[in-house]
């Protein structure tokens, strides 16, 4: 019987199609064609992040203004008026960031609500044989697992990452305007961080494609074993200790995966921050450098600006370059999901749509069989009178 044939298989493999790099062009183009039927939110979304991000580097020109002109000057009246608008930034920043959120989140779920649907609804009209041919617990891996794996990238990956490239294009603009000596300084390494993220990328998606297909494996060997009929062939054949074996081997191979997965890449992600938490002081021995070979001379108020900018840069670039390791495991996870709505619908319903039919069924010479599998029915004719009911049973009694 097939689901007793399928019951002991095993399914080590990643899917290939992940390392195809026209696969890989055509799923972002998909991608970012689930988000079209909602342009106008997403529009309302990209104006308050740019509006947020031009707002936010305005603190550190008043925080200048406060250290180089109103204090050494006493005058309290402009120092009142900078520090209100420092403090007025934030708040308006804040109200603004409650309200992207809320929009992008509401973009987000209504993508992740069309994917479910297309995949469910694709699934629906796929013939027999393909379930015959493939594991429940894979079907609903890819459902469960998958789908719910790119709930983060889709509802909020895609704002951050629009928020953080504002953030950081308004942070260096700001910065070369303050000092360009500073900046050139300062952005030296960015580069050489973005080339080694691209690399932790890469590495993450294949592990994450291997991690899917175990966890798919876990899911099929829970549904199959533990249901009635899965309980009874093991107990029958005498399986059962096999059967926990092979679980147990299943999970720590999963466990070993997740390890692997959430480790790689930290030692170089360690290095990254490590460099952005010990830049402001190496700018200020920058400054003093300057200073003490006869270069034009840098403020104290600058300098600070400057740090509080540079400060304010490293935490989006951060953000990005961790969303580019994520969004690379979420793109092997999108090529499964586009596997499934990819698969072809074999029998096209509805080719010979009956007017209220009535009458006697016959079948004539029929054929039928699983994929490649000997042949089930060879020849067959019969007829079903209107009104009754007609199984096909084998020699052991089932369908």
């Known amino acids: 019987m097939p689901g007793g ?37 997403l529009g309302a979304t990209l104006g308050l992040i740019l509006f947020s991000a031009g707002i936010g580097v305005i603190s550190p020109f008043l925080l200048r203004a406060v250290l180089d002109t109103a204090i050494p000057e006493n005058d309290t009246r402009l120092l009142t008026l900078l520090v209100a608008g420092m403090v007025a930034i934030p708040i308006v920043t804040g109200v603004v960031g409650v309200f992207t959120t809320l929009l992008s989140n509401q973009v987000g779920q209504r993508v992740m609500h069309d994917l479910r649907t297309a995949v469910y609804r694709h699934l629906q009209r796929l013939s027999l044989a393909f379930f015959t041919r493939t594991r429940t617990g894979e079907v609903q891996s890819r459902i469960a697992n998958d789908i719910g794996g790119v709930d983060d990238v889709v509802t909020s990956t895609a704002t951050s990452v629009v928020s953080n490239v504002t953030t950081v294009l308004a942070t260096i603009v ?29 590495q993450r998606r294949k592990v994450t494609a291997v991690r899917q297909e175990s ?7 829970v549904q199959e074993s533990l249901s009635v009929s899965g309980i009874l062939l093991g107990k029958t054949m005498g399986r059962s200790a096999e059967l926990a ?58 300098l600070v600006a400057f740090t509080t ?91």
């Open 215 to 221: 966890m798919a494996d876990i899911s099929s060997l």
């Open 5 to 41: 044939r399928r019951f002991f298989q095993t399914n080590d493999k990643a899917p290939e199609r992940p390392a195809d790099p026209a696969v890989r062009k055509a799923n972002l183009d998909r991608i970012v064609r689930l988000f079209f039927p909602y342009r106008a939110r």
């Open 174 to 202: 700001a910065m070369l305007l303050l000092d360009w000596r500073l900046a050139v300084f300062a952005l030296a390494l960015l580069p050489i961080f973005v080339w080694m993220t691209k690399r932790v990328g890469d």
């Open 245 to 302: 074996g092979r679980f147990e081997s299943e999970s720590e191979r999963l466990a070993s995966l997740e390890v692997k997965s959430r480790m790689t890449g930290r030692w170089m992600m360690a290095s990254i921050q490590t460099t952005f938490a010990v830049m402001p002081a190496l700018v200020y021995w920058a400054g003093g450098m300057l200073a003490a070979h006869g270069s034009t001379a840098i403020s104290i108020g600058t």
């Open 309 to 399: 900018l540079q400060t304010r840069l490293f935490f989006p670039i951060g953000s990005l370059l961790g969303v580019q390791v994520d969004v690379q495991s979420s793109l092997a996870l999108f090529d499964r999901i586009f596997e499934y709505l990819d698969q072809e619908v074999d029998i096209a319903e509805g080719e010979r749509e009956l007017e209220d039919p009535r009458g006697d069924v016959a079948f004539e010479n029929l054929w039928f069989r699983y994929g490649a599998e000997a042949w089930t029915l060879e020849d067959v004719s019969f007829s079903v009178p209107a009104g009754t009911n007609t199984a096909l049973v084998g020699e052991t009694g089932s369908g």
